[in-house]
């Protein structure tokens, strides 16, 4: 299928956001970023016409031609069928089962316990302190990088990348927690096989031009 028009809403440092921009240069899916600045002003997610567009609130949207596309690994899932070359996805049901679950682990179980509305909900309704909430973060991220280091190390499916030597869903979900650990502090030292991959994405051009710091809404020096 011909790319046509694809617009993906995004904020420079929304994890979720990222994850689908490395898919789409994986992909060499040329895209116009729609930059929707989550903190300024309330947040322009919660204003239209972006809130029209997506009635959670969150980025990322994906709008292809008239198509509007939501949550971020269901729009990874339709970039692959859509374009199956080069796949984000293993051929064989047992490998993509694999891949799916560590994409899941980060998404579903690890980054909605840290996400900008959870900690905005900490400080202005529980009045929660910065340190504790850092704190908070921190734990869970560990918890699932605990999880997810003993998923990844010395298994033989594990190679360059999360699955295989080529990248596929999973390494697109890992590479902005590592983002997000980091910003936050965590001890990444214990966690051999994640910062090994990392580094093997991150000197792919199609990860290294997602990073939040190369997007045209990062404010300057970030």
Known sequence: MNAGSIRLYSYWRSSAAYRVRIALNLKGLPYETMPVHLVRDGGDQH?????????QELVPVLLHGNRILRQSLAIMEYLDETWPSPPLMPATARDRQRVRSIS??????????????????????WNVPQAER???VRHWIKVGFDALEDTLCDNPSTGAYCDGDVPTMADCCLVPQVYNAERFGVDMA????????TRECLALEAFDAARPENQPDAPAGS
């Open 104 to 125: 899941q682990l980060v998404a579903s179980d690890m980054h909605p316990l840290n996400n900008l509305r959870v900690l905005q909900f900490f400080e202005t309704t």
């Open 47 to 55: 204003k239209a016409p972006f809130s029209d567009l997506n009635p």
């Open 134 to 136: 850092e704190a908070w």
């Open 190 to 197: 214990p966690y051999r096989t994640i910062r090994r991959i």
